[in-house]
């Protein structure tokens, strides 16, 4: 073989060599570009997750304080009607008792 035509398969085999090497470069880049798409998707689907269980406990802690407080409502209801209704009981025995200490008072005076 001459040496021209070494340095022309040379040539050829590196022409050939950059081809492979530049369409493996970019295969290469392809698939980072697509793996990174992916990994994107992935994350916002986690994303997503985490904020419908976030807002599903929220909503259920919420539901369980509104309860709470509503139970305290009624105890507290229940206990201001027992007050009123001793409060009740206890107003005529009062009435009485300052009409007693009055009158008494009034009798001290005029002795």
């Known amino acids: 073989m001459k040496r021209q035509d070494v340095l022309t398969e040379v040539k050829k085999a590196e022409a050939e060599a950059r081809r492979l090497k530049d369409a493996a470069v970019k295969e290469g880049e392809s698939i980072l570009k697509e793996a990174r798409r992916a990994a994107l998707k992935i994350l916002d689907e986690a994303k997503a997750e985490g904020h419908r269980?976030?807002?599903t406990k929220m909503d259920a802690e919420t539901a369980k304080?509104?309860?709470a407080k509503e139970r305290i409502r009624r105890e507290g209801r229940a206990r201001a009607e027992e007050l009123k209704a001793k409060?009740?009981?206890n107003m005529a025995k009062a009435?009485?008792?300052?009409?007693?200490?009055f009158e008494a008072g009034r009798r001290n005076a005029k002795a």
């Open 53 to 55: 269980a976030y807002k």
């Open 65 to 67: 304080i509104e309860e």
């Open 87 to 89: 409060g009740a009981a």
């Open 95 to 101: 009435v009485d008792t300052v009409v007693e200490n």
